[in-house]
């Protein structure tokens, strides 16, 4: 067996030692107050137990447990573990829950007040649903209950293994890099990159983020919260509104929504496409959720916030970015 990471097996005893999760709570701040409050620069800062454990000063907002708890995550993945899904047993809501709290404290789902907070986690949770879903138009349950079905791919066309990058991420002998995870990762360059990010040998052994659904999770969220290059957004600050587009952006059609989280994570495999399929069944799943969390999706915003019909991408697929 290789040994796992330090950093994985962390998460995996904060798993057996965590016995329950908080209920939700509809006011802006948490009825679990912080376990540490400090004054820092003129700013409060806070930790919050196990979920925000660095001083932050999300960490004084609700954290993810507060306002999104196991029966919704059940609502949103309700076929994730029928007989004819491909990773049964594998997805659930500890693991969901544990990999945030690594992020928590950097803003993910902790970001402004609580309908912002929850609008992240259903657009983040849309993407991994649109992305992992075997459901089609007459499936049992609807077309959009069927994420998380996956966490590989099944039938790999190819090894995905790019030697440009054999001096910075060579591929490892006999190794495939087809996409794993609940943002499916492809290519040696991302799982080399995200590996390091994570300080998990993802380069060697991709097959970790099929093993392990805490990493999977970790490895989706980091994508979110990080840019595909340096000067660009993340798929978190363009949605949460941290990002402020540029002149280019504008005459680009890149506004901060909905619709620039796809133009980051997938380019033109997705935007600047018309009014394509793949990009409307991400929506699809983005309104659907918020409708489940009891936010409505008439909280998602204008359309031309939601689409990213005519945007440009910020990466041409004909230069290596990010997993698609």
């Not at 950097?106 to 259903?122: C, I, P, R, S």
Request: net charge neutral; hydrophobic share 35%.
């Amino acid at each position: 067996m290789v040994t796992l990471n330090i950093k994985v097996l962390g998460f995996m005893l904060i798993m057996l030692t965590v016995c329950a999760l908080t209920n939700g709570d509809e006011n802006e701040s948490s009825s679990r107050p912080p376990t540490l409050v400090k004054i820092v620069k003129g700013k409060k800062m806070c930790v919050k137990d196990w979920e925000c454990n660095k001083l932050s000063r999300f960490c004084c907002n609700l954290t993810i447990s507060d306002f999104f708890e196991t029966y919704q995550f059940e609502n949103l993945f309700a076929k994730r573990n029928s007989p004819v899904a491909h990773a049964v047993g594998f997805w659930d809501y500890r693991s969901f829950i544990i990999a945030s709290s690594l992020y928590q404290p950097l803003g993910f789902g902790t970001t402004g007040g609580k309908k912002m907070q929850m609008k992240e986690v259903a657009s983040f949770l849309g993407h991994v649903g649109s992305k992992t879903s075997c459901g089609y138009g007459v499936a049992t349950g609807g077309p959009l209950a069927w994420g998380l079905c996956y966490n590989k791919e099944m039938s790999p066309s190819q090894d995905y293994c790019d030697d440009y990058f054999k001096l910075t991420y060579p591929c490892s002998p006999g190794v495939q890099y087809y996409g794993r995870g609940a943002l499916p990762i492809y290519w040696n360059y991302n799982y080399g990159k995200i590996g390091e990010a994570l300080n998990v040998d993802l380069l060697n052994h991709p097959e970790y983020i099929e093993q392990n659904a805490t990493l999977a999770f970790q490895a989706a969220i980091w994508q979110w919260m990080n840019p595909v290059k340096k000067g660009q957004p993340s798929a978190h600050d363009a949605f949460v509104g941290n990002w402020k587009p540029t002149k280019n952006d504008t005459l680009s059609k890149r506004v901060p929504g909905f619709g620039t989280t796809m133009n980051i994570l997938y380019g033109d495999n997705v935007c600047n496409q018309g009014d394509v399929d793949s990009m409307n069944n991400i929506i699809s799943h983005y309104l659907y959720f918020l409708d489940l969390m009891g936010i409505g999706r008439e909280e998602a915003g204008p359309h031309e916030l939601l689409t990213c019909v005519e945007q440009k991408p910020f990466n041409p697929s004909s230069v290596p970015a990010a997993a698609s």
